[in-house]
């Protein structure tokens, strides 16, 4: 829920990505060939439609070609480095990836300003002093662009800038960054670092899906791709071992549902699928009892004063969740507990209130976007047909580019 100064994207550009990532195609009598192994995205659905494009389908067409534009302004960005701060973390090294809390600010009772006091939902400028987790957001976001637009388009040039961006960040020994966050989101005068650190970096899943569409390229050797799954191993490791990798594990909110997101889909990545299957199993189903109420509603994220922004935020998590589950035959789209929770029931409860049908009822103290909901309602719409969709969808129609309706991705 962080603004990213950095990068400024276009609606548009996102309904394209998001039918060039999602859309159903109707292919019956297309030629096939092998789809690539992406995690969050239907491989099927990426290899329809690239079959329809080499059909000459005009839609995807236009769509390839706007999406080709955006791609175009990726290759100006970057490469992004977190040795490119001007401040030293406490251990010396800058390669250490670092970040401040955005909702702690100086205590104007004190000289010094120490300790920090926190302000939910406010955030302080001197957040993006240090740009490690702005250039991390980048980083996925620009990575997922190339990778799609060198999977439809088949230009070399997506491909090349995408591997760089990939070595500067993760590989090259003077610009790498180390595979931990032990000095993610400090609060001066309080902690060096913390275990909601984690939550910045849960756009992994983006970047993951985006080195898998380069897998295949010439531009990204099989060396680089092996060093990349090394480099996830150790920071998983690191997440499953670490003290404030723990401490992330236990958080009962949005944070420990991302805590999941991202260590399921860099187990999928690394190739492990039973330790992916074991967190969803015993990790995220025990998270939906605990942070869903029997009615749906998600009391840790109501608690907040953006309770609009970080309800939909963690129901997003948890349907990220859910596609990832797919991939090692986890049914969370319809998995209840014992009590009865559900995300369907979360869905529903949600979708009440994007539709005006009941009134928001909690802080909310930036203005409510009911927009952010559109996509977890196309997907809710494809899930769970039984739920009245159509009148909140119908308020938000689809935008020329995007003819099909989003179905099991999320960007």
Known sequence: MIPNPLIQRKST?????CW????????????????????????????DNKAKLKKKDPALKRAVAALSQQADQALQRGP???????????????RDYMSVGPYWWPDSSKADGLPYIRKDGQVNPERFAIQDA????????????LGVAWYYTEDKKYAEHAARLLRVWFLDE??????????????????????????DTHGVTKLIDGIQLLKDSPALSAADYRALQDWYRQFLDWMLTSPVGLDEADEHNNHGTYYDVQAASIALFTEQPQL??????????????SQLKEDGSQPHELA??????YSVMNLRGFFELALLGENVGVDLWHYQTPQGKSLQKAFD?????????????????????KQIFVPLARTGKVLYPQSPTKSFLDQYPDEPQAIAQLTHALF
Request: hydrophobic content about 40%; proline content about 7%; aromatic content about 8%.
């Open 276 to 289: 992916a299957k074991k967190i969803l199993e015993e990790q995220t189903k025990a998270r939906i009892e």
């Open 174 to 199: 003077t610009t790498r960054m180390n595979p931990h966050l032990n000095y993610g989101q400090a609060v001066p005068g309080r902690t060096e670092g913390r275990g909601i650190g984690l939550i």
């Open 20 to 47: 060039l990532l999602s859309s159903f195609a109707l292919t019956a009598g297309l030629p096939k060939s092998t789809p690539p192994v992406t995690f969050l995205v239907k491989p099927s659905v990426l290899q």
């Open 13 to 17: 550009f996102w309904a394209m990505l």
């Open 80 to 94: 992004y480095t977190v040795t490119a701060k001007g401040k030293v973390p406490p251990s010396g090294d800058k």
């Open 349 to 369: 409860w949600m979708l009440s209130r994007a539709a005006g049908e009941k009134a928001w009822e909690h802080q909310q103290i930036k203005p409510m976007d």
């Open 134 to 145: 702005e250039y991390y957001k980048a980083l996925c976001q620009d990575v997922q662009l």
């Open 304 to 309: 907040r004063t953006l309770s609009w922004g």
